[in-house]
Structures are given as C-alpha cells and as structure tokens.
T-cell receptor
Framework: SQQGEEDPQALSIQEGENATMNCSYK?????LQWYRQNSGRGLVHLIL?????REKHSGRLRVTLDTSKKSSSLLITASRAADTASYFC??????????????FGQGTILTVHP | KAGVTQTPRYLIKTRGQQVTLSCSPI?????VSWYQQTPGQGLQFLFE???????NKGNFPGRFSGRQFSNSRSEMNVSTLELGDSALYLC????????????FGPGTRLTVL
C-alpha cells in the first residue's frame, strides 16, 4: 500500500513557468526523497531531505518538509520541456526496520509545453 | 561510476513459468532493493538485501524470492507466474548506512501472457 498521496495527479504548464507538487505521508520518517521517471523507465534521484531539515535546494529544485503536517512540496522553477516526466515522493520510515525500503506516493505527471 | 544495470530489459513469459531477473549495483554499493511498478498499485517494495542477507521484505507472496551474491549482485525470482505479475521490476542500490539515496536501474519489463 502507498504511504501517502501526491497532488495534483497531473499538472500541465508552459515552459518558463514554475511547477509545484505536493506530497503527504502517514508515518514518522527518517527522510523524504523525490524521484523523476520518464516514460516507464528507471527512477532518477532528485533530492533527499532529512526529517530535521525544513528546506533544501538543488539547482532549479526546491523541496520543503513539514513534519508536523506530514507533508512535503517540490518546486521546479523555470520549467523546461525536458522536465516532462512523472515525479514521485518516497519516504523512509523512522525506526530500525526500514532497511532499504522506500514507500512511494502515486506520483504527479508533469507536462511542460514548449 | 557505472550506474545500476538490470538484465534482461524485456521479458515475455507465459502463466505458470518462472523467471529470474538480475541486478548489478553501483560499484561499492552493498544494499540492493527491489520494487514492482504497476499502473494499478504503483511502486511497491519487494525486498532488500545487504551483505547477502535479506533484511527487509514487502507484502508479496512467497512466489517472489531473491538473493544476493558476495559481489553484491542480486537476482530475484518469480515462480508460477500469474498474469498480474506483469510489471516493471526495478532494482536500486545504495551505500550504507540507511538513510541515503537509492539509485535505480532502468528496470526489467515483464509481460506474462
């Protein structure tokens, strides 16, 4: 079963606009990660934010984490057509038995129109 | 460094057969996790191996099994294939300790007829 939910399920924007995706989860976590997937291929790791962090940046990506609300957001600034993909959040549950297990959301399909 | 590799990339089997998928992690990574991705259930965790030991297992029937070799390469096996096993199977590797990013291979697309 999925840990959380992402919204929106689909997002369509123009090149140059910003894209914001949200993720909610249910349990206490060690970290939250965002991944990108193009057309049913492998997942590409984008960014990892730990439970004691509130915000993280990487290039055009900005991730926030609110552990009190059990939610995270991914902002892609100045989007490009090449950003068209599915984006997934994934959580590593807190506690000692989460070895290698990420729990994924259902994903947001982002389409960036040239 | 070379990325995670998975073989084969595509596979077509019939119901009742068994299949073995292979995963070679990034050099130096000792943890390998396997996931199943389907349109209906999304990405679901199958199991994780570290130093040839299964440390974690998802909620899948016993038909799904795996192993890891001393060079950290991993295989997963699905016996008595069912139509519902059609999926993209992804493996990911990471370096210890827990709490680090996982790096995914391109996946094996399994179709069961």
């Amino acid at each position: 079963s999925q840990q959380g939910e992402e919204d929106p399920q689909a997002l369509s924007i123009q090149e140059g606009e910003n894209a914001t995706m949200n993720c909610s989860y249910k349990t206490s976590i060690n970290n939250l990660q965002w991944y990108r997937q193009n057309s049913g291929r492998g997942l590409v790791h984008l960014i990892l934010i730990r439970s004691n962090e509130r915000e993280k940046h990487s290039g055009r990506l900005r991730v926030t984490l609110d552990t009190s609300k059990k939610s995270s957001s991914l902002l892609i600034t100045a989007s490009r057509a090449a950003d068209t993909a599915s984006y997934f959040c994934a959580t590593e549950r807190a506690g000692g038995t989460s070895y290698g297990k990420l729990t994924f959301g259902q994903g947001t399909i982002l389409t960036v129109h040239p | 460094k070379a990325g995670v590799t998975q073989t084969p990339r595509y596979l077509i089997k019939t119901r009742g057969q068994q299949v073995t998928l292979s995963c070679s992690p990034i050099s130096g990574h000792r943890s390998v996790s396997w996931y199943q991705q389907t349109p209906g259930q999304g990405l679901q965790f199958l199991f994780e191996y570290f130093s040839e030991t299964q440390r974690n297992k998802g909620n899948f029937p016993g038909r799904f099994s795996g192993r890891q070799f001393s060079n950290s390469r991993s295989e997963m096996n699905v016996s008595t294939l069912e139509l519902g096993d059609s999926a993209l199977y992804l493996c990911a590797s990471s370096s210890p300790p827990p709490g680090v990013a996982q790096y995914f291979g391109p996946g094996t697309r399994l179709t069961v007829l």
